[in-house]
């Protein structure tokens, strides 16, 4: 069998992926609003833990240069770039309300200003930058982009929140402007959106959030940034290994701690064996050994990894 000719293939395609950064778009989501950090909220373009801003952020929730404003995330350091205004406690009336940063998990958690980062911008369509992410190690991560935080009071102040967002980066590469409001401006009405990007890059690379102006207001605004770990590595198998005495195959995946997990295997890629629904994951690393298929099987044997919500 060849787990050993497998594993190579597989580590050289990850070496390859992390050479050159990488800007994907997931989404909006609109539906989440003040319960960024509520584990009780699921959220709806998947997060591990259900709580935005895990491994860290920048807000303007707290006085402006408060630490309690900033998370900063173990592999990168998170700024907003010069020039930019702040708003947020003393003027609740001009913000939506989200929750606490310094909360999160299960049950009730206060809600606070949002606040936000504004420039002074030009016509419709203009882009402003607003925060820089630098990595210092080799990194993937999800980032999420907080908008649509401004009322419409007093009137037209609801168009400061920027419209759309775009994220560039090293050699040149960025994502595709991302709307955030809606046909119509369905999603613009002050209850928190947040625009979802998953990204990858090496130490050293640098990336900047950039938010589009509406000029119907005569400024163009942000909330901040979040990140969190990549959905790419929540079910990555890092290791296959057989005992060529036995057969059986040991199996290495990243997991959480707590959460369900199943494994199957397959000959053919097409019919898949359950070999166990009810896996429980440590803390990071997940070991399974395979004692049946693994044995009996003479050729090639793929498996995957399920996740029970």
Known sequence: MSYLHYITLASALVTSLLSAATITVIGVDYETNDAWRSADIIKPLFDEDNIYGTDGYLIAQFPDGDERNTLQPDYAEIIVLPGKGYEGIGAEQYQAEFDDATKSGTGEIENLVCGDYWANSGPTGTLDDFFEITLNEDSSFRLGVITDMTPDGPPGLMWESSRAIKITGPNEIESEIVDAVGIDEEWRNADVDYVIFEISG????????????????????????????????????????????????????????????????????????????????????????????????????????????
């Open 202 to 309: 090496n130490a050293g690379d640098v990336f900047t959030v950039w938010g589009e102006n509406d000029e119907r207001w005569e400024a163009n605004a942000l909330g901040g940034i979040f990140l969190d770990p990549p959905v790419s590595n929540l079910f990555s198998i890092n290791e296959i290994i057989q005992d060529h005495d036995t057969g059986a195959v040991t199996i290495e995946f990243n997991s959480s701690k707590g959460k369900v997990y199943g494994i199957e295997a397959s000959s053919d890629l097409i019919i898949w064996d359950e070999l166990d629904d009810g896996v429980i994951g440590e803390e990071e690393v997940t070991i399974y050994v395979d004692d049946i298929m693994g044995p009996e099987n003479k050729g090639t044997l793929f498996y995957r990894i399920r996740k029970f919500e």
